[in-house]
């Protein structure tokens, strides 16, 4: 059988940027955390950790990060942040960093629409 790692070793057409991203990564989630005045999750990914940096009490956050021109959010990810989360009385927020070569170029945010409305409410309220 083939090694696919092997494989695009071989062939740049097939690589992406994964290794810059995954560099990058603990990187991201610093950057985050010190954005938001959270801490950074201890080892956050690890059995039932799940949230890269937290604003305890306010804001969970999950942070990806892709050399890809496109990212897929998945219903498994969303569901095991949102988890984490509320169970923690937090909101869920994805962020998708898009980087060139490890180079941030855009980064957004994404959160199920509850929380959209709640912020809505207390800015009303």
Known sequence: MANPYLKRLENPA???????????AKRQEKEIAKRIGGRLVPRSGAGDIKGDCRLKGILRIEAKTTGNRSFSVTLDMIDKIEEAA???GEMPVIVIEFNNNGKRMKEIAVCPTWVLDSICANQQG
């Not at 097939?14 to 990058?24: C, E, M, V, Y």
């Open 14 to 24: 097939l690589a992406n940027s994964n290794g810059h991203s995954h560099k990058r």
């Open 86 to 88: 509320v169970s923690a």
